[in-house]
């Protein structure tokens, strides 16, 4: 029996969260190889429907993290990432999935260690409720 090991997809702010994921590598702290990082300018342009493909196409949760509230590089982006999180987990919800699967966090570009603690404590999250059923997708 394999154990189950989870895929997350994480969508990272240019400016913040990705400078952070990149200062935890420089600074050689570990974290679980099961994130796939997608940078982008700012998680305000995260379009819901990027979450939901990650997810049907096999991400068994995803992040969503950006610039501290009120650091945010075009004003107010990560203001809207988090309308868009609190629907999302609704509609996630409908179709059968936990919440657990969305998460959205900010992370500053100076903390190397939270992106890694924040890694590993989803990684975790998601082996304790397992893969995410595709079957009624």
């Given amino acids: 029996m394999s154990t189950f090991e ?3 997809i994480a969508f990272v702010c240019n400016w913040c969260t990705h400078t952070a994921a990149d200062l935890a590598g420089t600074s050689r702290i570990s974290y679980p190889a099961n994130v796939r ?3 982008v300018m700012c998680t305000g342009m995260v379009d819901p429907k990027y979450v939901i493909k990650a997810l049907l196409e096999g991400a068994d949760a995803v992040l969503i993290s950006g610039c501290h509230p009120g650091d945010c590089h075009y004003i107010n982006g990560n203001f809207k990432a988090r309308r868009r999180v609190k ?3 609704e509609i996630l919800y409908q179709f059968g999935l936990e919440e657990e699967r969305l998460r959205l966090t900010w992370i500053g570009a100076s903390d190397g260690i939270q992106f890694a603690d924040t ?3 989803m990684v ?3 082996k304790k409720i397992g893969p995410a ?3 009624m997708w």
């Fill in 37 to 39: 990082l997608i940078r």
């Fill in 6 to 8: 989870p895929a997350i």
């Fill in 124 to 126: 975790d999250q998601v």
């Fill in 133 to 135: 059923e595709k079957a």
């Fill in 87 to 89: 629907l999302l987990k």
């Fill in 119 to 121: 890694i590993k404590e």
